[in-house]
């Protein structure tokens, strides 16, 4: 840019090489920050079988003890309150999980025959209050002393244990004259099952929803609530007064299940954030080599572009011959950059079972940024070469 110019084949090679690096660099970048960002939003829209919005968690109710109901019926009575329920069982990571062997009564318990389930402790008030649906047979009723050993099976369970949903024969409501339908065993209780949930996850995306079954028991690690209202700030102090007055001096611990949700996949959103912030420095660095190049290729072809305006060729046409030789060097690195691109962003997503599908759209919508990017930046060299004033680069010949 001083005058002194490199010339010769090997250093243009070396300027054109440099530019298509450093732009198979930032369309990588692009690529996989599109990507990153597109499984996020598939994450965070994708039909759970549970409804986390609007739902407080209430965390260490057993401090309590003898206490948690009034608390549990003193909240159920707050204005902006739907319902409430007492389960450590909670369907996103970090909340109790047991997982055990189970299998058809009348089958023996050997390898065969032995499913891995998990069995979760929830109260009646469990299924409605996490926004679960019941598609076959009936709740939990606490006043029918045989639900003590019902069990609620996810589609998931049905079909592992021999039964399609929709299966008459796998749902009995329960009664003292009536033991038929689906029945489980342990080693040590018989279960009766009196219900479907539709499927819903409780781990991971990054996981296949595996087989459980609610069971009426007591888990009362958390109680979660479900509201009616936005007003999130008011319905919170009116559950803290309530605590307060019932287990006086206890420290009141809450959190929104929406954010517990929301930070399972905290890396995920870090890892877009990182790769955003690097694919905007490397198409910074791109960019300052591409027009370092324009400017270069100008001054080569002063003589050249003066010539030609003096011939009658237009602005349009030599600013159209000057960036020419870039747009091929950004579409080299483009074609370099779709099949790493997409070996990378397949091997990512394989480490989810529910993912998007690697589209065209998202090659394209790189690619056009990318090409835009570049164009803007050499337009402006390009069209500053095709304006200049003949006279100025002709007067020395």
Same mark, same amino acid.
């Given at each position: ?170 749902? +009995? ?100 954030? +990182? ?34 305006? +003096? ?87």
């Amino acid at each position: 840019m001083k005058g002194k110019l490199a010339q010769g084949a090997g250093s243009s090679i070396l300027r054109s090489s440099l530019v298509v690096f450093q732009f198979f660099i930032s369309i990588l970048l692009i690529i996989g920050t599109i990507a990153i960002q597109k499984q996020l939003n598939f994450i965070q829209n994708k039909k759970i079988g549970f409804n986390k919005e609007q739902v407080i968690l209430v965390n260490d109710t057993y401090m309590l003890g003898d206490s948690r109901e009034t608390f549990k019926n003193e909240v159920t009575q707050l204005g902006n309150v739907v319902s409430a329920s007492y389960s450590g069982f909670i369907p996103i990571n970090g909340y109790n999980r047991n997982d055990n062997v189970y299998w058809k009564k009348g089958l023996s318990p050997d390898e065969s025959n032995t499913i891995s389930t998990q069995m979760w402790s929830v109260d009646s008030d469990y299924i409605p209050t996490m926004g679960m649906e019941l598609i076959e047979g009936r709740n939990f009723d606490k006043n029918i002393a045989s639900d003590s050993n019902a069990v609620i099976l996810n589609e998931q369970a049905l079909r592992v244990y021999g039964f399609s949903p929709g299966d008459e024969r796998a749902i +009995v409501t329960y009664s003292y004259n009536n033991n038929t339908g689906a029945v489980l065993s342990d080693e040590f209780e018989v279960y009766n099952v009196i219900g479907v949930v539709k499927d819903f996850h409780f781990e991971s995306l990054k996981e296949n929803i595996g087989p459980l079954a609610l069971r009426l028991g007591s888990s009362t690690g958390v109680m979660s609530v479900r509201l009616s209202t936005n007003d999130f700030s008011n319905s919170v102090k009116q559950i803290e007064d309530t605590w307060k007055k019932v287990g006086a001096g206890l420290p009141f611990n809450y959190h929104f299940l929406d954010d517990k949700f929301a930070k399972m996949y905290a890396e995920e959103s870090r890892l877009g954030v +990182v790769f955003g912030i690097f694919s905007a420095l490397a198409i910074f660095i791109g960019c300052l080599g591409l027009f370092a190049l324009a400017t270069f290729m100008a001054e080569q072809r002063v003589k050249e572009i003066g010539i030609r305006k +003096v011939l009658g060729a237009s602005v349009n046409s030599i600013a159209l011959m000057l960036s020419k030789q870039f747009t091929l060097l950004v579409l080299v690195a483009y074609f370099i950059a779709i099949p790493v691109a997409w070996y990378g962003i397949d091997l990512w997503l394989n480490s989810y079972n529910y993912k998007i599908s690697i589209s065209a759209e998202l090659f394209i919508i790189a690619g056009a940024l990318a090409f835009l990017i570049a164009l803007i930046t050499v337009s402006y060299q390009a069209i500053k070469a095709a304006m200049s004033n003949p006279v100025d680069s002709l007067k020395s010949e």
